[in-house]
């Protein structure tokens, strides 16, 4: 079965062919970071009209790539949600126009089950079961995975997510936007010792986490430093520094005890924050101490891209799940 997955549920368009015997056969990204960079954030009105504007010519850069007609697609999956309520009807009117056209099959997909499996278009993926940690730009979730569709929610922020406060903690830096990167580039200079960030519903039992103290207690310690003179571009390296250390410090506490609390000894790590270069050499190290294993997906798959949405697709098509032709679905808030 040769599924084309498509992703705009944000600020990327994503587009890729996966095959059900082959694997992933074609995959094309176009980031509108830029576009939105200006702003400091993402715009939603220009996001869709961007994705209006790439999505057509990125359907056909993954057919020509594979040496693919559109005829012999077998099925279409599209993010159905969560994500901007504009951006996702750009996905979900193109995937049922182009299904209704073709006469073959169309899924609404979970941006965040796109993510939760990405791990999988990868060599040596994880078997199942298997616990996952989700950290993006909207959410942080511990989750069991049992299996395709089998998820137990075990924890989540109770405020803003690990990648919001990336990106929050890079606006005070005066750091462009998306943050993350930028802020873990800028800690590389810092000097670890300077200051300590607190390590938010550390110091209680449980698995749920809370990002916006930190934030807080980013921008006090940057007026403090401003204040007394002393905010030169080493204070705001330290500052970096000691805020990436306790949101990475955070995630492997609570990494440490839902892998205790379930007796797994998978862990997969997966969303933007994903990427970060400290977040998985910290996960490794836990994971080698209790000889378990952590997974994530290459670079390019931590972030939003339409490989997972067609894998995701491609795994619940070929078990006969498919939308009503015409009832499209964009659901901007999904649990
Ligand atoms: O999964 P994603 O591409 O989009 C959402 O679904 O949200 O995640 C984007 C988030 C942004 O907040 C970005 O700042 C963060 O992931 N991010 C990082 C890194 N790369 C991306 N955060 C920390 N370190 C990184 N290297
Ligand atoms: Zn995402």
């Known amino acids: 079965m040769l599924v084309l997955g498509i992703e705009t549920s944000c600020d990327e368009t994503g587009v890729a062919l996966y095959d059900t015997e082959r694997g992933l056969v074609a995959d094309a990204l176009y980031s509108q970071v830029a576009m939105h960079a200006e702003y400091g954030g993402v715009v939603p009105e220009l996001a869709s009209r961007d994705h209006t504007r790439r999505l057509l010519p990125l359907i056909q850069q993954v057919l020509d790539q594979a040496g693919a007609s559109r005829t012999e697609l077998d099925a279409i999956a599209y993010t159905a949600g969560p994500g901007l309520v504009g951006a996702l009807m750009v996905g979900a009117s193109t995937a049922h126009g182009m299904a209704r056209a073709l006469a073959i099959p169309v899924l609404g997909v979970h941006h965040m089950e796109g993510h939760l499996l990405a791990p999988m278009l990868e060599t040596s993926p994880p078997a199942f079961p298997f616990v996952a940690l989700l950290v993006s730009g909207g959410h942080t979730q511990l989750v069991e995975v049992q299996g395709l569709g089998d998820y137990r929610l075990l924890g989540e922020s109770v405020d803003d997510a690990a990648g919001e406060a990336f990106d929050k903690a890079a606006k005070m ?41 930190l934030k807080t207690h980013t921008l006090t310690t940057l007026k403090r430093l401003e204040q007394d003179g002393a905010l030169d571009d080493q204070a705001r390296a330290d500052v970096a520094r000691a805020f990436e250390e306790a949101v990475v410090d955070t995630l492997v506490i609570k990494c440490r005890r839902a892998l205790d609390a379930t007796g797994l000894k998978r862990l997969v790590m997966a969303g933007g924050v994903s990427a970060n270069a400290r977040l998985r050499e910290r996960l490794e190290r836990e994971t080698d101490k209790r000889s378990a294993r952590t997974y994530y997906p290459r670079g390019r798959f931590c972030t939003d891209n339409g490989a997972m949405i067609a894998y995701v697709g491609a795994q619940r098509l070929s078990a006969g799940e498919r939308d009503e032709i015409g009832i499209m679905k964009a659901v901007p808030r999904w649990p």
Do not use: C, H, I, N
Not at 183 to 212: C, N, Q
């Open 173 to 213: 830096l005066g750091l462009s936007y998306p943050g993350g990167p930028q802020v873990a580039k800028l800690a590389e200079l810092g000097d670890p010792g300077r200051f300590r960030f607190p390590r938010p519903m550390t110091d209680r039992p449980g698995l749920d986490f809370s990002f916006s103290g």
